[in-house]
């Protein structure tokens, strides 16, 4: 399973962005897709999940309310629509695909990741 994320940019701070991460194949019935993201000297982060059928979706306190994740079936393909973007926003971001757990925020849970977008917010 290959993941393919894209749609990174250089934006100004309130603008909106998309991000696409297209799954090689359709295997994600019962898994889960989520966002993370990596600032410079910083870990990596937990941004959005969702399980395939969307009964879960979570997302991180800090993007709570200005970003959302959505999954195309027919295309097998997840977005992460990103409004009202803050600088503090900026960092590269990686879509990652697995069965579906409880620790759900952490790197470990997930089997497959993508290569990584970077979105850079001007001030």
């Known amino acids: 399973v290959q993941l393919q994320a894209s749609g990174g940019g250089l934006v100004q701070a309130g603008d909106s962005l998309r991000l696409s991460c297209a799954a090689s194949?359709?295997?994600?019935?019962?898994?889960?897709i989520a966002w993370f993201r990596q600032a410079p000297g910083k870990e990596r982060e937990f941004v959005a999940v969702r399980n395939w059928s969307g009964v879960y979706t979570y997302y991180a306190d800090s993007v709570k309310g200005r970003f959302a994740i959505s999954v195309d079936n027919a295309e097998n393909t997840v977005y992460l629509q990103m409004d009202s973007l803050k600088p503090e926003d900026t960092a590269v971001y990686y879509c990652?695909?697995?069965?579906?757990?409880?620790?759900?925020?952490?790197?470990?849970?997930?089997?497959?990741w993508g290569q990584g977008t970077l979105v850079t917010v001007s001030s």
């Open positions: 194949r359709r295997t994600f019935s019962s898994y889960a």
């Open positions: 990652a695909a697995g069965p579906w757990r409880r620790d759900y925020g952490y790197t470990s849970a997930y089997r497959y």
